[in-house]
């Protein structure tokens, strides 16, 4: 009797930890990626927003002004100037690009916020050159 008490106790609480995640690796424990809002200007020039004091993982950037003629060269722009930290996507559709930082690279060399924002600033120049080539 009680050797079926103990294998009724332990097929409960095995389907206890399998609903609920416990044994089959459904349990999402990464934190959800901050998003927000930066500015690029027709000189290319990426802002941070001036208002929050840390890095953010993720922002969403208009890209109406700047007149993508076509979704390949999106994807070209984008995939130029993805590398290091920073990992840069477009949606053409929606006309925004995505602006994703490796915030574990950026605090392990000691980067801090200003940094990043002087960094997309100095980059801006060599956008400004790729989008008007005319062959890109």
Excluded: W
């Excluded at 399998?18 to 802002?47: H, M, N, W």
């Excluded at 993805?82 to 996507?89: L, N, P």
């Amino acid at each position: 009797m009680k050797i079926l008490t103990r294998i009724t106790t332990l097929l409960v609480i095995a389907i206890f930890l399998f609903s609920t995640g416990g044994l089959t690796g459904q349990a999402d424990t990464s934190p959800e990626k901050a998003v927000r809002t930066a500015t690029i200007s027709k000189d290319f020039i990426i802002q941070l927003p001036e208002n929050q004091e840390d890095l953010a993982d993720v922002y969403v950037i208009d890209i109406h002004a700047l007149s993508f003629p076509s979704k390949e060269k999106l994807e070209r722009f984008c995939q130029s100037f993805s590398f290091d930290f920073q990992t840069i996507t477009g949606d053409f559709t929606k006309q925004q690009m995505k602006l994703e930082l490796d915030l574990s690279v950026l605090r392990a060399k000691g980067i801090t916020k200003q940094q990043v924002a002087n960094y997309l600033k100095l980059g801006a120049r060599r956008m400004a050159l790729f989008f008007n080539k005319s062959d890109n």
